[in-house]
Each structure stands twice: as structure tokens, then as C-alpha cells.
């Protein structure tokens, strides 16, 4: 099969187009995807700082209701997984559902080690540490930032009981539902395989197409004619009308079959001649 | 008539030699048309052990890390992937418009290697697997498949010298 001409010309621009094209297609989806989670994360840190300060004038003035109703709305909102406020002490004191309310979080799970990894916590925080990635117990997919919430002088110089040297009052966490964004991906993803497919059948049918035109059909008459001795008017014909080097090839072929045919028809004939002579000188 | 019967024995023992060279070298060809298999074969079993890499190897130690440095960031270690995919893909089939005997498959997959090192320290080896794994398949597919035709292209015209020959020896 594969001495096969056809095969022979195929199965290399198959393999080099199908090749780079999936390499192309799997190289850009990855970029793609690292570039939309990076921007998910932006917008995370984002909507979380808008909770921050727009929590602000609440916090600052003790208003624990204005508060307390600021959080449960933003956290209803369609995408967000949770939102909650922690104090120092890493209780929640905010938050959507309100049955965490009161409840510690574990300072050794991932989003809190960042900082409190060491045995005096962090006070500030990278941004890339701030943000997490885990699939929570409804098995959606979290994307989830903690934001610290500083102390500031307007704090500890009004009406508050934070000292001033307390650095952070507390944690802002937020999770955002990420099921959309894989779910685009997930499209993105079916619709360069069915590009790639599409390439891969265009390049084969485009060379296939080209190899019958200009290469194979040609060779196909000219092994038709090479095959007779004889030279019918309809192949004549043929050969006339063909352009190119194997129509060439082939014209230069008739013209030895006809040379060939020639002699063979003048030596008969000389043979058939000589004859008669032989014959005739006998008879004498 | 005493005379040639020597030298006929020298053509005859000549001859015999070149069969046995002949026969040598078509058997070194067969080995050698299946070498391009083979890189694939250490290919495939290099890419199972990176796909593995997170249960295999353990994680890098800080010290490791910074004994390191910055890894590079992935977008260029993806850019060179693509410009090595590219170059390697021309000087592939560049061998097969020029009939050439050479074979670099074994250094392919030195340099897939390192492509695998690299995501695997910057640590998005998982997301850029499949990329690896799909230029080294087109890169040595494309290179076996012209090694295969190649060495079988000189197999058959040593089994036609092979077949004169034999004749002649037969005579």
C-alpha cells in the first residue's frame, strides 16, 4: 500500500498539516485558557475590592444590619459561591449562608497558610496568593479570593475598639462560580477539533485533487499508450490536446511507436519484395 | 580451456562475496527501517512518565526551586515549541525531497525531553502535555515514515543486484 503514489504523496502533507495544525490548535488553547482564568481572577479581585469598599462606610460607622445586608445581597448574586466576612480571629461574623455565622476557619487550609504559614501571620499578602482554585462540596468549581481588610487611621481614630497597632481587621473571602468559563472552554475546544478536522480534509481532498489533475490522470494515459504498440486516431487525439511534461513524454513516445511502426511496415515490405525477386529469378 | 578454470573460481569466490555484502546490507537495512518505530516506542513510554509526573517525582523543595531560578513563563516555552515544531517539520521533509539517509530521530526526543522539563518546572507540564505529545508524534512520525520508505526503496534495488547476481553465479 504504501509504494502506492498516491499513498506516497498523501501520507506526508497529511501528517505535516494535521501535526501543526493540532500543535497550533493545542499551544493557542492552552494560552486561551491561562489567559481566561487570569482574567477571571482579575475580575474576582475586582468584585472583591467593590465589596471592600463598599462595605467601608458600614464598618466604619459599626453598622452591623447595613452590613449584614450589604453581604447577603452581593452574595446572592447569579455566579457567586460564598461571601463572608472574618474577623481577626478568624470567626465569621458576615456571610450569605447565614448558618456559618460564628464558626472559625482553619488557618492551616489553603487560602489561609499563605499568610498564616509562619508562626506571626503575614500582614501583606501577593497577589497571586490571594486567589484559589478548588471544587467545593456541590461539586461546582471555585474560584475564591481572600481579601484582607487593613486598619486605617479613620479606624482606630474614631468610635472602634482596633488598636492601631493591629494591622488587619480582618478577611473578605469571596468564592465565584467558574462552570461558565469552563463550559466556554469546553466549546472552544470542540470547535478547533472540528477546524482541525475540517483542515485536515481540505488539504487531502486540495492534494489529492491536484496530484489526480496534473500528475495522475496524465500517467494514467500514458502508461494506456505505452502499454499498445498501436496507435489509435482517438489516442492520437488525446495526445494533441495534452499540455505539460508527462503529455510530453507521451507525444515523444508516440512519434518512436510510429518511427518504429514505420521501419517495421518498410522491412516487411522489403522482405515481401525480395521475395517476389527471389521467387521471379527462380521461375527464370 | 585449463587456463580459465581459475579464474572462474576467483569470479565465482568474488561473487560470493558481494551476495554475502549484499545480503548484509539489505538485512542492516531492514534494522534500520524499523528505528523510526522504535524512537516512537521511547517516545510514548518518556510521555507516559510526564503525564505521570505529579504521582511520580516529588515537588520540588524551595531550596530546588531557588537553586533554579525564575522558570520561564509558559506563553515562551509554548512559542519555542511552536518555532521548533516548524523548523523540525521543514527539515523533515526537506530529507524526504532530497532522498537523505540521515536520521535524527534519537535527538528529537532529547529535545522533547527538555520541553517536558521546562513545563514540568514551571509547573503547567498538565496543561501543555497534550502539545508536547502531539509535536513529537508529527516530528517522528514524519521522520520514521521517511526512514520506512527510504531504507525500503534501497532494499529493493539490493534484492534486484542481489537477483542479477545470483543469476549470473547460477550461469
Keep these: ?284 | 580451456m585449463l587456463m580459465n578454470m581459475p579464474e572462474n573460481t576467483e569470479n565465482l569466490q568474488t561473487a560470493e562475496i558481494e551476495k554475502a555484502n549484499l545480503q548484509k546490507s539489505i538485512k542492516r537495512l531492514h534494522v534500520r527501517s524499523h528505528q523510526g518505530i522504535w524512537s516512537i516506542v521511547i517516545f510514548s513510554v518518556v510521555s507516559i512518565v510526564a503525564m505521570l509526573s505529579e504521582q511520580i517525582f516529588p515537588p520540588l523543595s524551595a531550596e530546588t526551586k531557588k537553586m533554579l531560578g525564575t522558570p520561564p513563563s509558559s506563553n515562551m516555552i509554548s512559542a519555542l515549541l511552536v518555532v521548533y515544531a516548524f523548523s523540525a517539520i521543514l527539515l523533515v521533509l526537506g530529507r524526504i525531497t532530497n532522498g537523505s539517509p540521515k536520521l535524527v530521530s534519537f535527538s528529537h526526543i532529547g529535545y522533547l525531553i527538555c520541553f517536558y522539563a521546562f513545563y514540568y518546572f514551571s509547573g503547567v507540564l498538565a496543561d501543555n502535555f497534550w502539545a508536547v505529545l502531539a509535536t513529537g508524534m508529527t516530528i517522528l512520525s514524519l521522520e520514521s515514515y521517511h526512514i520506512w520508505t527510504y531504507s525500503m526503496g534501497k532494499v529493493r534495488e539490493l534484492e534486484e543486484e542481489l537477483a542479477i547476481l545470483e543469476r549470473r553465479i547460477g550461469r
Design chain 1, 1 to 284: 500500500m504504501f509504494q502506492n503514489l498516491v499513498v506516497r504523496s498523501i501520507v506526508p502533507v497529511a501528517l505535516t498539516v494535521t501535526g501543526f495544525v493540532a500543535i497550533s490548535c493545542l499551544i493557542l488553547y492552552s494560552i486561551l485558557r491561562q489567559d481566561m482564568i487570569d482574567s477571571a481572577a482579575q475580575n474576582g479581585r475586582s468584585i472583591a475590592n467593590t465589596v471592600v469598599l463598599s462595605t467601608r462606610y458600614a464598618m466604619l460607622h459599626n453598622d452591623r444590619q447595613h452590613l449584614g445586608n450589604i453581604i447577603s445581597n452581593i452574595g446572592q448574586h447569579q455566579g457567586v459561591e460564598h461571601l463572608r466576612v472574618f474577623n481577626h480571629d478568624g470567626f465569621i461574623t458576615f456571610s450569605r449562608n447565614q448558618s456559618e455565622l460564628g464558626h472559625q476557619v482553619n488557618k492551616r487550609v489553603e487560602g489561609c497558610s499563605g499568610c498564616h504559614g509562619a508562626n506571626k501571620p503575614a500582614e501583606q499578602l501577593a497577589v497571586e496568593k490571594q486567589t484559589r482554585h478548588y471544587i467545593n462540596e456541590r461539586g461546582v468549581e471555585v474560584l475564591a479570593m481572600s481579601l484582607p481588610i487593613y486598619n486605617e487611621p479613620t479606624c482606630s481614630n474614631s468610635c472602634h475598639y482596633h488598636p492601631a497597632s493591629q494591622k488587619v481587621l480582618g478577611m473578605l473571602d469571596i468564592g465565584l462560580d467558574q462552570g461558565p468559563m469552563y463550559n466556554s472552554l469546553a466549546l472552544m475546544r470542540y470547535r478547533m477539533l472540528i477546524f482541525t478536522i475540517m483542515v485536515l480534509m481540505l488539504t487531502i481532498g486540495g492534494v489529492t485533487a491536484l496530484l489526480n489533475r496534473s500528475f495522475l490522470a496524465p500517467l494514467k494515459r500514458l502508461i494506456a499508450i505505452t502499454t499498445n504498440d498501436e496507435v489509435s486516431t482517438a489516442t492520437e487525439q488525446q495526445l494533441q490536446s495534452g499540455y505539460g511534461e508527462l503529455s510530453l513524454l507521451a507525444r515523444n513516445y508516440q512519434r518512436l511507436v510510429v518511427r518504429l511502426n514505420e521501419t517495421r511496415n518498410a522491412l516487411a515490405k522489403c522482405r515481401s519484395c525480395n521475395e517476389e525477386k527471389n521467387k521471379a529469378d527462380m521461375e527464370r
